[in-house]
């Protein structure tokens, strides 16, 4: 069959019908399309196999998996992929690991799971590749014919040029994404980093058509916001179980933060500055308490560990402090919640609060205004360093660094009257709109069948 999708990312969804936003997106966009989606299996295996296997059959798409040995998972997923590429693509170069059993676990996975892809595509097929942990699939399916479409979308930060010196030498960045014909980023910023570095790429040359040129090979390069799947959400936070419900029992006002326990998401300092705001409001006003759902993530990677201990201490001490017999102002869940459950919690928040010190998107924005009852709605807190703050320009933006900053900020959302209140939710809003997942995932796919058949540009020399 001629002119299918394939879709590949890291992970794969196990249910039928997913419901998470971007997983449903993509769900959604390969049924309309039809093709197939690649991911690893979660369950590594002793010796690499050598073709994909089946791993669902959803009518008009397939799901295959590729395995991963665990030596695999150590040094492509845990390794490289997140122990180098993810410091660096989020300024933490003093976190990166150097191994150079990394850097061959990760170029060999790519290298294998190029093989097997060749193994199930067609000519005609366009491919879809998922962030990071596959910067060099492109150069390796090119290397073995592939001539088709093939587009990357990046979920995460474009690293900037001096955050690169971190990387090792064999990392190309420029080479491995000029194999691509469309490069998707998050925002005009990371569009901005991305030519930066294709700028100081002496092979590079900037075309006519906007493209760019490096190597033998021309590439576009735009932004494509992420967003959530809107509706779904707004349904979640109005309904609700009796269980979902709960979050309605909450005394006093509620701050909520939602975040993976990542060091990126700047929960120390978030803790800092809500016991700053602890210590210098009046204590007559409404007790206020933060809630910080944190799941866990990646704890095999030592800086993750080190955080959480971090955050265990922070915790006890903000409490500690200021937590009365009947009170316990910063309550902290460190599991993973129930989808539902979290959308109430949201709509039940006075407060959301984001405040990472570099993010892609951050869905979590997005999913706080989507919960909010418009007639009296929530305010948010947005680092100006998230992606989201080039379009949530009418959340409080905060410096994530400045605790003074945002202990103020956070005064003030809970001061904020109701005209204010809505003013700011209803241009949010506008953009979280603007950027539905399912659009995202239509307006990425018509831009890579809009990009020109394949070029292989001869050099000038
Ligand atoms: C990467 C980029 C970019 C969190 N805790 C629970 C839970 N979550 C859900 C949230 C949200 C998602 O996880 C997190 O998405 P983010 O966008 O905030 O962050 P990353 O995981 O770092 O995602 C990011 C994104 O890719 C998409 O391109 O925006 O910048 O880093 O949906 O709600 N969900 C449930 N329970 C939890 O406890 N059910």
Redesign the pocket.
């Known amino acids: 069959m001629a002119g299918r999708l394939i879709v590949i990312s890291n992970r794969i969804p196990s249910e039928a019908a997913p419901s998470?936003?971007?997983v449903y997106a993509l769900h959604e966009t390969l049924r309309k399309i039809g093709g197939i989606w690649i991911g690893s299996h979660p369950e590594t295996t002793e010796t690499p196999a050598n073709s994909l296997s089946e791993y669902g059959d959803q009518g008009n798409y397939t799901r295959l998996s590729f395995s991963l040995t665990l030596e695999d998972y150590k040094n492509f997923y845990l390794g490289f992929s997140n122990s180098v590429l993810w410091p660096v693509c989020h300024r933490r170069g003093d976190l990166v690991k150097l191994d150079r059993g990394f850097e061959r676990g990760y170029c060999a996975v790519n290298a294998r799971l190029a093989r097997q892809v060749m193994e199930v595509a067609e000519p005609d097929d366009m491919i879809w590749v998922h962030?990071y942990h596959f910067f060099p699939l492109a150069t390796e399916l090119r290397k073995l014919g592939f001539t088709g479409k093939i587009g990357f979308?990046l979920?995460?930060?474009f690293p900037a040029l001096g955050d690169m010196g971190a990387l090792p030498r064999e990392a190309n960045l420029a080479h491995w994404l000029a194999d691509y014909d469309l490069v998707g980023l998050?925002t005009r910023a990371d569009v901005a980093r991305c030519l930066e570095m294709f700028r100081a790429e002496t092979d590079s040359e900037f075309l006519m058509d906007g493209t760019i040129k490096c190597g033998s090979r021309a590439v576009a390069l735009r932004s494509f916001p992420?967003g959530?799947d809107v509706e779904t959400f707004v349904q979640a936070a109005q309904g609700g179980s009796a269980q979902d419900r709960l979050a309605d029992d909450m005394a006093g006002d509620i701050v909520i933060g939602?975040?993976?326990l990542?060091y990126?998401?700047g929960l120390p300092n978030r803790f800092r500055a809500f016991g700053r705001y602890l210590e210098t409001r009046d204590e007559r006003e409404r007790r206020v308490s933060m809630v910080q759902?944190?799941?866990p993530?990646r704890e095999e990677v030592a800086a993750y560990r080190e955080l959480r201990y971090e955050l265990e201490e922070l915790v006890g001490r903000v409490n500690g402090e200021h937590g009365e017999i009947d009170w316990t102002p910063l309550r902290y869940?460190h599991?993973?919640?129930?989808?539902n459950?979290?959308a109430r919690l949201y709509r039940r928040a006075r407060v959301g609060i984001?405040t990472?010190f570099a993010?892609?998107?951050?869905?979590?924005?997005k999913?706080y205004v989507a919960a909010q009852d418009p007639e009296d709605p929530g305010v948010l807190i947005l680092s100006h360093m998230?992606?989201?703050a080039e379009e949530l320009t009418d959340a409080i933006q905060v410096n994530p660094y400045d605790i003074e900053d945002m202990s103020e900020a956070l005064k003030t959302a809970l001061a904020l009257p109701l005209e204010e209140r809505k003013r700011r939710h209803a241009s949010c809003m506008a953009q979280v709109r603007a950027t539905d997942v399912n659009l995202w995932s239509q307006h990425f796919v018509d831009a890579l069948k809009a990009c020109k058949p394949t070029l292989v540009v001869k050099s000038r020399a």
């Open positions: 998470g936003g971007l962030d979308f979920h995460i930060p998050q992420i959530i939602v975040d993976r990542d990126s998401k759902i944190a799941p993530s869940i599991r993973n919640l129930d989808r459950l979290l984001v990472p993010d892609g998107m951050n869905l979590v924005a999913e998230a992606g989201a």
